[in-house]
C-alpha cells in the first residue's frame, strides 16, 4: 500500500496555539508573554550581550511572542524573529518575521547572513539536534555568534528524576504532550553537535534551582541533594537550564 505523501516531522505545538489566544502572562517582557522559567531571558541577554556588540544583525529562532526579539532591539539589535507558531508572534507591525519549520533546511537562501543567532529553549522540540547546529551555522557570519538553551539534563534533580522515574526532568510523558519536548539532550551530546558541526565552544552556564520542583517530596529532594554532593560536575553547569554560547570561526 503506498502512502499519499511522505513521514512528516513530530512537531507539538498546540499548547502555544493556544498561548496565542491568552491574554495575560504572569512572565513577560513589554507585556509580550515569555514561555520560559522566570530570569530566564534576563540572565540569556546578559550573556548575549556579553558576546555579541550591540548593532548586530540577530536572527530569534522560535521567538514565540517577540519578548526576546522586543528586548534585543530594545538594546539596539537588528532583529529578525521566526517561529512555527506564527498568530503567537506580536510584533509583527514592528519587526521582520518569517514562519519555518526548524526541522527543515531554514538556512537555505539564508547563508552567511547574521552576525548571531538566538535559540532559547526550542533544540528540546526538534527532531535532529545536529541538523539544527549545521543550519545554524550556515546562517551565521565568519565570527558570528549562537545564544542556545534547553532543560539540563545533567543537574541532580534531573538526574533523580530519571532514576525514579526513568524520564528526565522536564521530560515526563506530559512534558512530551503538553510542551513538546521531545529530545532530552545531555552536556556531553550538545557539546558533540557544537564541534560536529564546526562551532567553536566560548561559554557554558545554567540557571535556575533544579531543586524546585522536588520540594514537596522530602525524599526526592534529599536523595538529589546526596547526590550533587558526589558529583563532580561545576557548579555554574548544574542548574536546572543549560545555556551555551558558540562561535563560528572567522
Not at 499519499?4 to 498546540?14: G, I, Y
Not at 526526592?220 to 547526590?227: C, D, E, P, V
Not at 558526589?230 to 563560528?248: D, F, G, H, N
Amino acid at each position: 500500500m503506498k502512502r499519499d505523501s511522505a513521514p512528516r516531522a513530530t512537531v507539538l505545538v498546540d499548547h502555544y496555539r493556544a498561548a496565542a489566544l491568552a491574554r495575560r502572562s504572569n512572565v513577560h517582557y513589554q507585556g509580550l508573554a515569555i514561555h520560559a522559567l522566570p530570569g530566564l531571558h534576563e540572565f540569556a541577554f546578559q550573556q548575549f550581550a556579553a558576546h555579541c556588540p550591540g548593532g548586530a544583525t540577530v536572527l530569534e529562532l522560535a521567538a514565540g511572542s517577540g519578548a526576546m526579539s522586543l528586548r534585543l532591539a530594545d538594546a539596539g539589535y537588528h532583529v529578525t524573529a521566526t517561529d512555527y507558531v506564527a498568530e503567537n508572534f506580536r510584533l509583527h507591525d514592528a519587526l521582520p518575521f518569517f514562519t519555518c519549520d526548524l526541522n527543515g533546511a531554514f538556512a537555505d537562501g539564508r547563508e552567511a547572513s547574521q552576525d548571531a543567532v538566538c535559540a532559547l529553549e526550542i533544540i528540546e522540540h526538534l527532531e535532529n539536534p545536529r541538523h539544527f547546529f549545521r543550519q545554524c551555522y550556515s546562517l551565521l557570519k565568519p565570527g558570528g555568534v549562537m545564544l542556545m538553551s534547553t532543560p539540563n539534563l545533567d543537574n541532580a534533580a534531573s538526574l533523580t528524576s530519571f532514576l525514579r522515574e526513568q524520564s528526565f526532568q522536564w521530560f515526563t510523558d506530559a512534558d512530551y504532550l503538553h510542551d513538546g519536548h521531545i529530545t532530552p539532550l545531555s552536556q556531553w551530546q550538545i557539546r558533540k553537535c557544537v564541534t560536529e558541526a564546526g562551532f567553536e565552544m566560548v561559554w557554558q552556564g545554567s540557571f535556575g534551582d533544579p531543586f524546585q520542583w522536588l520540594r514537596g517530596s522530602p525524599r526526592m529532594l534529599l536523595l538529589s541533594k546526596t547526590l550533587a554532593c558526589l558529583m563532580v560536575r561545576e557548579p555554574a553547569l548544574s542548574r536546572q537550564i543549560y545555556l551555551a554560547v558558540v562561535r563560528k570561526p572567522a
